[in-house]
């Protein structure tokens, strides 16, 4: 298996433009997690899927965050408008049915960038 | 809810000497504990984890951390660090459903 695939590995935008992270779970995985890591907060969970739908939302920071999945191959992670505050490490992990107990797969990581 | 407290931000250690990063948890059910690395511009790898049984795991590169129930603790030890050893490492904690609760990481140097 590939891993957990996200694109782009990196990412540099202008303030106001709309971003998209794209991630592609372990096939067979059924939860899906969006983080973000910065060195003044850490890794901070902003979604969890399970099935395709969204359970956990609540840390997404504000309604400028967006993240879909549209079918249990795809996710995306949209930010519109992008604010310099938003730059950061995005990272997606998916893991299988099991959950918790088997610990999460990451992504190599979206690093943006927002001037 | 759980929490992970991670007691040292920065470990500098030389090579081949033993290094020690500390973690302890607070949760009011039963724990499932984890350690992850992140090597420099990677993403998070699952070192070791903990779910029951022995109290002590181990890696497959030489690491091990032991779950003790009474400090609530799970502290991540090597005999002797490799300079392929630095990184950061983060400890985990999960009570079973989806959610894991970080720590803020240690980032371990390792210097010849």
């Known amino acids: 298996d590939a891993g957990v695939i996200q694109s782009p590995r990196h990412e540099v935008t202008e303030m106001g433009q709309e971003v998209t992270l794209r991630c592609k779970p372990i096939?067979?995985?059924?939860?899906l997690f969006w983080y973000r890591q910065t060195m003044m907060r850490g890794l901070e969970l902003l979604i969890y899927?399970?099935?395709?739908?969204?359970?956990?939302d609540s840390g997404m920071p504000e309604d400028r965050f967006s993240a879909k999945m549209p079918n249990a191959s795809f996710s995306t992670l949209k930010i519109q408008p992008s604010e310099p505050r938003d730059s950061a490490v995005y990272f997606c992990?998916?893991?299988?049915?099991?959950?918790?107990?088997?610990?999460?797969?990451f992504g190599s990581g979206t690093r943006l960038t927002v001037v | 809810a759980q929490s992970v407290t991670q007691l040292d931000s920065q470990v500098p250690v030389f090579e081949e000497a033993p290094v020690e990063l500390r973690c302890n948890y607070s949760s009011s059910v039963s724990v499932y504990l984890f350690w992850y690395v992140q090597y420099p511009n990677q993403g998070l790898q699952l070192l070791l984890k903990y779910l029951s049984g022995s109290t002590l795991v181990e890696s497959i590169n030489g690491f091990e951390a032991e779950f003790n129930k009474s400090q609530t603790s799970f502290h991540l030890r090597k005999p002797s660090v490799h300079i392929s050893d630095t990184a950061e490492y983060f400890c985990a904690v999960s009570d079973g459903d989806y959610k894991l609760s970080f720590g803020a990481g240690t980032t371990v140097t390792v210097r010849a």
């Open positions: 992990a998916s893991s299988p049915p099991s959950g918790g107990l088997g610990g999460y797969t």
């Open positions: 096939s067979g995985h059924n939860s």
């Open positions: 899927f399970n099935n395709n739908v969204p359970i956990d």
